[in-house]
């Protein structure tokens, strides 16, 4: 299972931003590098290993915010994985009930390297003991640059993180300021050098593209200086204006790219890292083979997570539900539980179909033809046949066949299913799916295996794309 951990905490707001934080001050800093210190260990070394009424002891940081906030999250784990154990999600085969085991843990913000190293540390040890983290799972942070000191980056290795998503967004400090980031282009730089000497081989780079002011040249001079930094990760996002943000209340006077700018600027984001050995494998996602981000490749392909802390989002069984988006509501709701009300939401087959095509579409991988099948009783080729013409005529998408490679490395594909001997994506419900749909036969013959996907120009119209296959959807059930 994948465990995400919302840390609620920024120094500062960025201009664009609308996600759930709150400041932090920068005594964190001198707390958390003396927490360091004194504990200088592994989280294998954090002490021995007891049982998971150890969670929730929490311990002086600095900030009596973030001291509430880990005690709050560590008592969440512990209670949730005994939850989850006797509702029956661990492991079939265990004679007693068990925790599902975690393949993957991601901790997001906010700014995660605010955290002191030795709370982090704390706090794995506590998903540890509650579920049990497996052997080789990712377990990624977001860091910013202006609090990724090089002894923070020794004490998060040592505490047992090993993948980091650094929040560059530009290397130009006109733009940084332009947005209202708190770090500087030497920032990053530092930071990314203090990443590699502590020993990180998994450091991803974080970009925004068509920032205030940004030229198309400026934008691909920073890529190429990124790319020859040699990260083995870049996500890059068009900048999105949200209603709300600073930067929204000033959208007239905003001297943005205009959209054939912001057009190139997505289509050269892809040639320049291809040609330094990236695959682009979502529509913002690059990686090396092999280093693609595997607990967002979990989100894509429709696996089960738990999202604990402020605003943090969870998906199981046909539910989604979401943690309060305020720190003090956060603190004061029941522990391991779930919430109430409207912050809860029942998938019904309807939306579990728009979900997945919405999901898979934004992959380079696609969507498996198989699989709507499966979801549907359909067939997704006769449902979207004049969409599927129009795009394949304009070199927007394309029929995968099945055997064709995928853009997906094989180490990765554990995650969503299992690799078949042409490199596929199979997942067991698919390779397993019956035929509903009689009709288009032998199309489906030639299908089955096969994948529909938009090409990376394709990618820029997802979002209509993505409209039209949910209005070609039939009437399935909605959830009442
Ligand atoms: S650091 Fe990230 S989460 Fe925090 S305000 Fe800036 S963009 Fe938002």
Redesign the pocket.
Known sequence: MLLYLHVPF?R???R??A?Y?RPLGRADEAAGDAEETASGVSRKDVGPAGDAAECGRGGPSGDAALDAWAAALEEDIRLWGKRLAEEGFGPASDTRPRAPRLSSIFFG???PSLVPPAVLGRILECADRSFGIESGAEISMEA?PESMTPEKAKGFKAAGVNRVSL?VQALDDDLLRAVG?VHSRADALRAFDGLRRAGFDNVGLDFIWGLPGESLEAWCRQLEEAAALGPEHLSCYGLMLEEGTPLWNERESLALPDEATQAAMYAQCGDILEKHGYRQYEISNYARPGRECRHNLGYWMGRDYLGLGPSAVSAMRGQRWSQPADLAAWLAAPRGAMPEGELVETLGPREQAEEFIMLRLRTAAGLPLDEYRRLTGRDFIADNAPLIAALEAEGLARIIPAGEGSAIGAEVLAVGGTPDGAGRLVTEEASSAPCAHAAHADRITQTSGARFALTRAGMLLSNSVIAECFENLPDLPENE
């Open positions: 920024c500062a707001k960025c664009y931003c996600f934080s913000g906010g700014t910013n929040g980031r």
